[in-house]
């Protein structure tokens, strides 16, 4: 497996490390504990009452503020597509005037019907389904020419007010990107704690072991933002100038 | 942008005299030098967490032939390509072969600061490629161009009057200075560039070897864009940049975050660990991963440096450089600057070439204090001038002054005679009457020292030495007691 190049620049490393391992006057710093120490079992992820995931919920409502991301809680999915109505007829297409939405191929986000909610406003809504590289220009298209993306998320984190999306057929990463508003909707019980408690689930959680990282694992932590002309923050750099996160929080 | 360390001094004395540069530099040094300073005080487990960082970091560094390894190896397995590069031009020959294999035409680039260490963007244009920089502060400066001046700010010497000019020269606007109005004909017209670019290269924050990704950070989501739309992505890796396992990450990314910019998390922070499959066909076609070494080798083959390859180029340490806070990034004449480019760029490009960088610094130990990963720099700092005065086979150091070396020799013979010391102390209180003086201070000192006086005044010699003191008050009282 290993190239010509890939050998002769780990036998180089090989020899510089073997070369002074003695008496080397720099410590080499304490041996890292995985097993007990820094990485220990997060407590009762999954067994967290209704009562420790609404806190973890205002959580994410106050980290929210600061870095401008918009976070509202609806009781059920009803609400959320009521909430996405709302706001795709108040927001207005930074470019060109064309209203279109692209969103992820995804249950919760088919649960929430928006080609039907959508349908008088005269917004269409396609779900980026690619079967075959013809389709993929066209999807590609659509994803760019689209205002509002609107993808679920696997987790949130509630220390930072992080989305983590993997990405799959027909959840795109290009959705959370490239359109100017991004809306992301999960349920209530994919608020973890911190990003500690994720790596520890996608290092031992069976099926997050199965699938992997996927292709490309993101983290989002508000909108697009810059701030390399003397210091003034600007959203909307290069990503999304707005996002939104609609939690449903069910009963 | 060529390397220049030799033009320190000129450079910093420009730097030293723009007005505008100073209020940039100290209000970039007030803002992320308090706000890490507090982030870190905040975080769950407290300011000690640097030193975690600093054993893991470490750790991976003693095992870095066994992990690039692995890396590599798992990296291949999630459909990537991995090209190892011993120097500057192998990297850049291999980037070119993969543009002209593929027919590339257009560049886009996320920040990267190991590109401009291999001066890749002089490379892709001589071969008639467009490679257009797309984080804002690195699209300003190429415009101008010009070098970046801070690791993660990079156009922090601009104000915005000069990127308004800018703007209206080179991109046809009506002038503004506003930044959201900039900010946003720079938004239009490089997203016009990403969708339409065949190739898009970054850096790489940190790799890890466990899952075979790379992980890659921004705020501004060039880099996401960058990584996932054109047909080709390629990152560029410091061989150093690796995590062993995927649980190292939370407290690196965490660090690496306050560090830079006092943030908890950087906007994006994107996984990336394969192209494109049939299904799943967001993303590129090809993912290439280039692991540089281009004389990083040479520090881990040295126990004494072996330590600066922890470093995840953060920039926390230009931010309470006090040195750095005066002289700017372009004094230090190379893609990386302040303390992290004062002990790095004499050991990529040559100790004796950039001697006056680790010179330059003060060893006041904020820099330290600042790191994400606690990197002891003003220890190297001092022993890259030991080896500039000494000389060092290892290192191809010559000597930097024999006379300096023969007068500090000559001094520790003095110092080391009760008799030769006073008889020197007698002379200089005599000789210092003859020196100009404004209110108790010497003005000038006569050459060879006439250097600590240009922009100083100098404390003269107590006209009584303390032993003469003891010996005048000693007398009825044993302990010297007032």
Known sequence: ?????????????????????????????????????????????????????????????????????????HKDIQSVAMGIRRLAVESQPEWGDKKQVAAWNHPLIKALNLPEVLKETGIP??????????????????????????????????????????????QDRSVSLVPSIHVAVIRLEQILGSLKELYFI??????????????CLTFITGPSKTADIEATMVHGAHGPREVYLFVVTGE | MKPNPEQYTATARTAVADPVLQKALAGLQDRFGRGTALAYQQLPEGPDLRHVAHDIRMDAIQHLDSLLDELAGNFRKNGGQVYFAQDAKDAVAYCLKVAQENNVKRVVKGKSMVTEEIRLNDALADAGIEALETDLGEYIIQLANEGPSHLIAPAVHKSKEDVGRLFTEKLGIDYTDDPPSLTRVARKALREKFLAAD?????????????????????EGNIRMASTLPRIHMVFMGMERIAARLQDLDILLRLLCRGAAAQKLGTYVSHISGPASPDNLDGPEQLHLVILDNGRSKMLADP????????????????????YGKIGGHSYGFAYSGPVGA???????????????????????????????????????LLLRAK???????????????????????????????????????????????????????????????????????????????AQWWKANQKGDAHGKR
């Open chain 1, 125 to 170: 809504v396609e779900f980026p389904i690619q079967t075959h590289a013809g389709d993929r220009e066209k999807q590609r298209q659509w994803i760019f020419d689209a205002y509002i993306g609107i993808t679920s998320a696997d987790f949130c984190l509630a220390d930072s007010a992080t989305l983590v999306l993997k990405t799959r057929a027909g």
């Open chain 1, 202 to 215: 996608l290092d031992n959680d069976p099926e997050q072991v199965q699938e992997g990282l996927t292709p």
């Open chain 2, 199 to 219: 190739m898009g290269l970054s850096g790489c924050n940190l790799a890890c070897a466990e899952t075979g990704h790379i992980t890659t950070v921004s705020n």
């Open chain 1, 1 to 73: 497996m290993a190239s010509a190049d890939q050998r002769a620049f780990l036998h180089n490393l090989r020899r510089a490390l073997t070369g002074n391992a003695v008496n080397a006057p720099v410590p080499a710093g304490d041996p890292v504990d995985r097993q007990a120490g820094i990485y220990q079992r997060p407590t009762r992820v999954e067994s967290r009452g209704r009562e420790e995931r609404l806190s973890l919920l205002d959580q994410v409502i106050e980290e929210s503020g600061p870095i401008n991301l918009k976070v509202t809680a």
């Open chain 2, 388 to 466: 500039l005065a000494d000389g060092d086979e290892k290192w191809q150091v010559s000597r930097r002054s024999s006379l300096e070396k023969a007068a500090y020799q000559f001094w520790a013979r003095i110092m080391q005679n009760r008799r030769t010391y006073d008889l020197a102390v007698d002379a200089a209180q005599l000789l210092q009457r003859l020196l100009p003086t404004n209110r108790g201070m010497l003005r000038f000192l006569p050459p060879p020292f006439n250097g600590w006086t240009k922009s100083r005044d100098m404390q003269p010699l107590a006209a009584e030495t303390f």
């Open chain 2, 343 to 381: 002990v790095v760029t004499p050991l990529l490009i040559g100790i004796n070439r950039a001697a006056d960088l680790c010179q330059g610094e003060t060893l006041c130990g904020a820099c330290q204090n600042a790191c994400p990963v606690n990197i002891d720099l003003p220890r190297m700092l």
């Open chain 2, 304 to 323: 004494d440096f072996r330590e600066m390859l922890c470093c995840i180029r953060c920039a926390a340490c230009l931010n309470v450089c006090p040195v």
